[in-house]
């Protein structure tokens, strides 16, 4: 036993999981528009960038409506890190600041408010967009349409949901027309997605309208389910914004978990088919990045079966949640007994 923990924490240290989910990496940073360099405007933007952050956090722009977290905006700029100005990008001809929070305060704050905590790890989603032009109906690409992506790369980033965006090779043109996407053909985006193994796909798009206004629609499948939404915007980044909040309230209403500030518990988890340091190294790295677990301990090891104990605020059940995210430990049959989470290892 000794030597089996000696080993899981050497590799530990070199070696991450493998996940359906994406870690997100600015979790905790924001990039909002700023009016000047004065103290008072970036008092302002320490507010927006602090909301933003909460939003992407907790999942949902309910949290703002929290009396402590209305408190906490008021007094944003003492949470601020580290700031940056950066040129104005796109549509939006204003200066920005980018600005980075403590994300153990953040955190805490979102678990105080006692709304739900949204972990770093997400699923992705597969975006298919389709623009009408004079020329016709094309696929919005970095060379097609740079700035339709732009903003799409940066309205996703906003709330923290990982995004994908199709290769549109030889493999996609044969497999998906411009035309598919634009009829939301949901057996055409299904097939041409399956290549990219993505359990969340949008097909969308996009038209100007004679008054000026961004119209269109999105088709969100997600696994066997279907969802419409059919969106107007001023401008394309407020097109977008639209379609991706829906998404992300979707997603976080499954995979958010409303977390003790105080009272944590403990869950056990039995893992299947664990023959190798480094399968024990990725197992107790990966469940001890999960925001709401504390401590994750290895109690046992024998043969090929890993027992670890977490400390965590969440219940077995948000855990089991959150698990899903990893396409490697797959749950067993049921994977909840009691208080413990059974699963096999999948190398």
């Known amino acids: 036993m ?23 990496r600015d979790l905790y940073a924001a990039t909002v528009p700023v009016e000047d360099r004065g103290g008072a405007a970036l008092t302002g933007a320490a507010g927006l960038a602090l909301a933003q952050v909460l939003v992407k956090v907790s999942g949902s722009r309910e949290v703002l409506r929290e009396p402590s977290i209305k408190e906490a905006l008021r007094n944003a700029r003492r949470e601020v890190q580290q700031y940056a100005y950066l040129p104005p990008a796109g549509e939006d001809e204003r200066r920005r600041v980018r600005m980075e929070f403590d994300g153990t305060a953040v955190t805490e704050l979102v678990l105080a408010a006692g709304v739900p905590i949204w972990t770093a790890n997400r699923p992705a989603v597969l975006v298919w967009l389709v623009l009408e032009g004079a020329s016709g109906k094309y696929f919005a690409t970095a060379e097609t349409a740079p700035q339709v992506v732009s903003a799409l790369r940066e309205v996703f980033a906003e709330r923290g949901l990982p995004l994908r965006l199709p290769l ?10 411009p035309q598919d996407v634009w009829r939301l053909d949901t057996t055409a985006l299904a097939d041409a997605s399956a290549r990219y193994d993505a359990e969340h796909v949008v097909g969308a798009r996009l038209a100007t309208s004679a008054d000026g206004a961004w119209r269109g629609d999105w088709a969100y499948l997600d696994g066997s389910q279907r969802r419409d939404l059919a969106i107007q915007g001023s401008s394309t980044r407020d097109y977008l914004r639209q379609g991706v909040a829906a998404i992300a309230d979707r997603l976080a209403a499954r995979y958010a978990v409303v977390a003790s500030d105080s009272d944590a518990t403990n869950v056990m988890v039995r893992v299947s088919g664990v023959e190798e340091y480094a399968d024990f190294a990725t197992i107790v790295s990966w469940l001890q990045e999960l925001e709401v677990v504390q401590r994750a301990a290895v109690t046992r090891i024998a043969g090929d079966r890993l027992e670890l104990l977490l400390r965590a605020r969440a219940d077995a059940s948000d855990l089991a949640t959150l698990i899903t995210l990893n396409d490697r430990l797959q749950p067993t049959t049921p994977a909840i007994t009691g208080t413990a989470l059974e699963y096999q290892w999948l190398r």
């Open 2 to 24: 000794a030597k089996v923990l000696a080993g899981l924490m050497i590799v530990l240290l070199a070696v991450s999981g493998a996940a359906r989910g994406e870690v997100v």
């Open 168 to 177: 549109y090779d030889l493999g996609d043109t044969a497999a998906i027309s």
